[in-house]
């Protein structure tokens, strides 16, 4: 796999070796800030993953989230982000197995650092776009 480019390249594929350099940090926030919203908007009612996404979202931008964690979960953000991936997210129904799977991943890694209000918000969000729809 090809490293993460420090120069902010937005479509460098991601080094796991790589996750918790601040080099690598500061480009997956970067990333993630520019990104996860859009890319959460369209895929949202695709995706059977959005709940867990949505809290590991929130925990990651949580102050009190350990800082090896949020790096974590902000490498695991950046790969839902970004356009090229494992699957092309543009496939039916496996498309976004990819990203499933290392937000799984994550989860079972750093899981422990959701609180019930990060899923409490993603839920309360969840609620309130299938209200709207």
Same mark, same amino acid.
């Given at each position: ?5 420090? +120069?902010? /390249? ?7 070796? &790589? #996750? %918790?350099?601040?080099?690598? !940090?500061?480009? +997956?926030?970067?990333? *993630?800030?520019? =990104? ?5 908007? &369209?895929?949202?009612? &695709? ?6 996404? %949505? ?14 964690? &949020? ?10 982000? %970004?356009?090229? /991936? ?7 129904? !496996? =498309? ?8 799984? #991943? *994550?989860?079972?890694?750093? =899981?422990? +650092? ?5 899923? /409490? ?5 969840? /609620? ?6």
């Amino acid at each position: 796999m090809m490293t993460a480019h420090a +120069n902010g /390249d937005a479509t460098a594929p991601l080094d796991p070796r &790589k #996750a %918790l350099e601040p080099a690598t !940090i500061r480009l +997956n926030e970067m990333r *993630v800030r520019r =990104g996860f919203w859009p890319a959460f908007r &369209k895929a949202a009612a &695709k995706i059977p993953f959005a709940a867990d996404l %949505l809290s590991v979202y929130y925990c990651a931008r949580d102050p009190e989230t350990p800082a090896t964690a &949020k790096a974590m979960m902000m490498a695991a953000l950046a790969y839902f982000v %970004l356009p090229a /991936d494992a699957i092309p997210d543009v496939l039916p129904v !496996i =498309g976004y197995t990819d990203d499933a799977a290392v937000i799984a #991943a *994550v989860l079972a890694i750093v =899981g422990r +650092n959701l609180k019930p209000r990060h899923k /409490d918000a993603a839920r309360a969000l969840l /609620d309130r776009m299938a209200a709207d729809a």
